[in-house]
């Protein structure tokens, strides 16, 4: 069956800019969540999403948001970019539903939209 | 923020050897989780082991989890030049926090 999906895999931006990033998870899986990976922060977590629903956020400003859509796919948006916000973002899909005693499954991640702000 | 720390940072063996990574974390988990991440592409889960386990094995990999020391080690037998890549271990808490990663091991495997 497909992976998880992450478009586009790099994109180059300027610092003022915004940028939406797209997941497509594998299919089943109600549970999307996406992390940033730094050399500095390494993997950190920034949104988990359920059933479109955002069910918990990272410690990351305003300007980081996501959503879900029903079909379970995801986008993660970042306005004014930054310089330091040049990371990987990564984005995970799993079978786990937190609150309904269903939390003993891994994550399956995609390939990552490596990000680039100049 | 990062829930603990792996240790070694950094580690070259020769093929056929064995590795072993550790992994320590601070608060109460649900699971612990190891991913393999090959040079900054997207994580493989390889195996997950609950906190009322000790010990689970997956082909040449075997993990071991101590909750009261708060601590895993990761054991891979035989090691393969295609197992040179990054290591982490995640823990899950149990809520909707998503996983929480340590820094990583680096494993290079000399033929």
């Known amino acids: 069956k497909a992976g998880v999906t992450q478009t586009p895999r790099y994109l180059i931006k300027t610092r003022g800019q915004q940028v939406t990033l797209s997941c497509s998870p594998i299919s089943g899986h109600r549970s999307v969540s996406w992390y940033q990976q730094t050399p500095g922060q390494g993997l950190q977590f920034l949104f988990e999403y359920f059933s479109e629903t955002q069910r918990n956020k990272g410690n990351f400003p305003g300007r980081f948001s996501g959503r879900q859509f029903s079909n379970s796919r995801s986008e993660m948006n970042v306005s004014t970019l930054e310089l330091g916000d040049s990371a990987l973002y990564l984005c995970?899909?799993?079978?786990?539903?937190?609150?309904?005693?269903?939390?003993?499954?891994?994550?399956?991640f995609g390939s990552g939209t490596r990000l680039t702000v100049v | 923020s990062q829930q603990g720390e792996e240790d070694p940072q950094a580690l070259s063996i020769q093929e056929g050897e064995n590795a072993t990574m550790n992994c320590s974390y601070k608060?109460?988990?649900?699971?612990l989780q190891w991913y393999r991440q090959n040079s900054g592409r997207g994580l493989v889960h390889l195996i997950l082991?609950?906190?009322?386990?000790r010990e689970k094995h997956s082909g040449r990999l075997r993990v071991t989890l101590d909750t009261s020391k708060k601590s895993s080690s990761l054991l891979i037998t035989a090691s393969r030049a295609a197992d040179t890549a990054s290591y982490f271990c995640a823990t899950d808490g149990g809520g909707a926090d998503g996983l929480t990663f340590g820094k990583g091991t680096h494993l290079i495997i000399q033929p």
């Open positions: 608060t109460s988990i649900n699971n």
């Open positions: 995970a899909s799993s079978l786990r539903q937190a609150g309904r005693g269903t939390l003993n499954y891994g994550y399956t």
């Open positions: 082991i609950r906190s009322n386990e």
